[in-house]
């Protein structure tokens, strides 16, 4: 009885494939009761959650997913993920190429003139 009765709450989420890809997930959920959303995505800190389009909190649940609560009604929620060194990243990566760009000018002008 017990088990059914849990069971029988679980509501889908609703996945809208024409606006996810990547790194954004978008899509609707209806609850019966305030309850708690609980996903297989891996908890990482790089994730905004938006339900109805408000930034929420989130916590690992179940050891190593993301979970968070979620009142009563119909909702919009999004997933945007960035990785939290993608900009450290792209900086030492632009920064890297133009230290490049300077030892070749500075070689071919060492050659030219040498």
Do not use: C, W
Not at 5 to 25: A, C, E, R, W, Y
Not at 58 to 83: C, M, P, W
């Amino acid at each position: 009885d017990i088990l059914n009765q849990i069971t029988s709450d679980v509501v889908p989420f609703q996945l809208n494939k024409k606006k996810s890809m990547g790194d954004h997930l978008e899509g609707t959920i209806q609850t019966k009761n305030d309850s708690y959303f609980v996903t297989s995505i891996p908890y990482d800190e790089g994730f905004t959650i938006k339900v109805d389009g408000k930034e929420i909190k989130y916590e690992k649940v179940n050891r190593a997913f993301i979970g968070f609560q979620l009142e009563k009604g119909k909702h919009q929620i999004t997933f945007d993920y960035e990785s939290p060194m993608k900009r450290a990243g792209i900086v030492t990566s632009v920064s890297g190429f133009i230290l490049f760009l300077i030892i070749l000018v500075v070689d071919g002008r060492r050659k030219k003139n040498g």
